[in-house]
C-alpha cells in the first residue's frame, strides 16, 4: 500500500530518514465468507449469492485468531465476499478487538441499514471501507444491481453519522475513469476520511510500449489527479487520507510529479520512498481465504502456501520452502526485465508479482502493468 497522504506531509513539514519500518507480523486480509449479494465484474474471489462449503466454522476461526495474535499480527481486515452475510460476523469481530487487534470491516455497503449500522458501531470497527466503482449507473453497472449504488452510499453516511471512520475503495478500469473526479468530489462533500485507490491487477498489456499505451496514460492522468487532490487537502489543511494498492511503480511515479511541482524535494522524499520499500505481498501483508488457505496476498488466490487447519498461520508464512515464497521474501528480490534494470528498484521492489505470473508464468520477469516509460526507469 503506498500511502499518498504521509508524502505530501514530508512534503511540508519533512521529518529525519529513519530506519525501515519492519512490522512484527503481517497485516492479514482474511476472507471469511465467500458468499456475496453482489457478482461484480472484476471480484477476485468469484463469489456468488450462495452458500460455500467448507469454510472456516467460529471455532476454527478463533483458533487461527490465537495463531495469529501469537505470531504478533497487528492488524485484521475482516472481508468476503460480503461479511456482513456471515451470521457470526460480529462475534469475531468483537473478539477481534478484545484481543488488541486493529480491526477493519471491508463491505459492499448494500447491506448497511440503520439497525445493522448500529451493530456496527457497538463493535467500534478502527475502520469501515466501502467499495464504490464510480458514481450512480456506473457502480451499478459494475455491481451488477440497479440501485446498489444509493444503496452503498446510504451505508457509507450512516457509518459516518454513527461516528467510525469511513472510507471508500475504488479499483479502476477503462469503463470507470471517467468517474474518478466525481467520486474524490463525493469523497469531500460527504466528509468520508479515506480514499483508497486500487490498480486493476490486470495481464495482458505484453511489452506495449507503456507510456503512451492508452491503459498507462489512463493511470498516469489518475495518479495526477490523485496527487493533485492530496497537496490541495494539505494546503487546505484538511484531514484526508489517500492510498493506492496494487501498483507499486506509483512511488517512482510521485518522484516525476515532485520534479514539476516541487524539485527541492526530490532528494528528501526519494529517500523516504526507499524507507518505505515498495511491494510487501508475503511479507508485510497476506490473506487466509474462506477455507483457511494462505496466500501471498489477496491477488494469489491460485497460489497457496498451506492451510489453517493443517498447520500454524506463522509455520505457513515463515516457509520458504514454497519457491514464490522464497522469492518474495528475498532483499532484494531477484527479478528480470525492465524491472530488473530499473534505477528505481529500491524503491518499488519489483513491483506487484503477480501480474508478471499471470502474464508468462514466471513470477520474476518484468511487470506488465508498471506505467513508466523506458526513459523514466533508465532502460531507454
Not at 66 to 88: C, M, N, T
Not at 143 to 158: E, H, T, Y
Not at 181 to 195: A, N, T, Y
Amino acid at each position: 500500500m503506498f500511502r499518498i497522504s504521509q508524502f505530501m506531509q514530508e512534503i511540508a513539514a519533512p521529518t529525519p530518514i529513519g530506519p525501515v519500518r519492519k512490522p512484527p507480523g503481517p497485516v492479514v486480509i482474511w476472507n471469511l465468507i465467500r458468499r456475496c449479494n453482489l457478482t461484480c465484474k472484476h471480484c477476485y474471489s468469484i463469489s456468488a449469492d450462495k452458500d460455500f462449503a467448507g469454510e472456516l466454522s467460529t471455532a476454527e476461526v478463533f483458533a487461527v485468531m490465537d495463531q495469529l495474535k501469537a505470531f504478533k499480527v497487528p492488524a485484521l481486515i475482516l472481508s468476503g465476499g460480503e461479511p456482513l452475510l456471515r451470521p457470526d460476523i460480529f462475534e469475531i469481530s468483537a473478539r477481534s478487538k478484545q484481543m488488541g487487534f486493529f480491526t477493519a470491516l471491508s463491505s459492499n455497503g448494500t447491506l448497511i441499514d440503520a439497525p445493522l449500522c448500529e451493530r456496527i458501531r457497538e463493535i467500534g470497527y478502527d475502520y469501515v471501507g466501502v467499495s464504490l466503482d464510480g458514481l450512480g449507473a456506473t457502480h451499478d453497472k459494475f455491481r451488477r444491481m440497479k440501485g446498489a449504488f444509493d444503496l452503498s452510499l446510504a451505508g457509507i453516511r450512516l457509518c459516518r453519522e454513527a461516528g467510525l471512520k469511513v472510507g471508500v475503495r475504488y479499483t479502476m478500469t477503462q469503463d470507470n475513469f471517467q468517474d474518478l473526479p466525481g467520486l474524490l468530489k463525493l469523497v469531500e462533500d460527504e466528509g468520508i476520511d479515506r480514499f483508497y485507490f486500487s490498480h486493476l491487477n490486470y495481464a495482458g498489456r505484453g511489452n506495449k510500449n507503456r507510456k503512451d499505451d492508452a491503459l498507462h496514460q489512463m493511470t498516469r492522468s489518475a495518479m495526477d489527479l490523485l496527487f493533485d487532490t492530496c497537496w490541495d487537502y494539505q494546503e487546505r489543511g484538511l484531514q484526508k487520507e489517500f492510498t493506492t494498492g496494487n501498483n507499486d511503480a506509483d512511488g517512482v511515479y510521485l518522484l516525476y510529479w515532485l520534479q514539476r511541482r516541487f524539485p527541492e524535494k526530490l532528494e528528501h522524499i526519494r529517500k523516504k520512498l526507499v524507507q518505505w520499500g515498495g511491494n510487501s505481498s508475503g511479507i508485510n501483508v497476506a490473506n487466509i481465504d474462506n477455507l483457511g488457505n494462505v496466500h501471498p496476498d489477496t491477488m494469489w488466490w491460485h497460489h497457496t502456501l498451506g492451510n489453517v487447519r493443517e498447520r500454524p498461520f506463522g509455520d505457513i508464512w515463515m516457509d520458504t520452502s514454497d519457491p514464490l515464497m522464497a522469492g518474495l521474501k528475498a532483499h532484494p528480490r531477484t527479478v528480470g526485465g525492465r524491472c530488473g534494470a530499473c534505477v528505481h528498484f529500491d524503491i518499488c521492489g519489483g513491483n506487484t508479482r503477480v501480474r508478471a505470473q499471470q502474464l508468462t508464468g514466471d513470477p520474476w520477469s518484468e511487470d506488465p502493468g508498471c506505467y513508466l516509460g523506458d526513459e523514466e526507469v533508465g532502460v531507454a
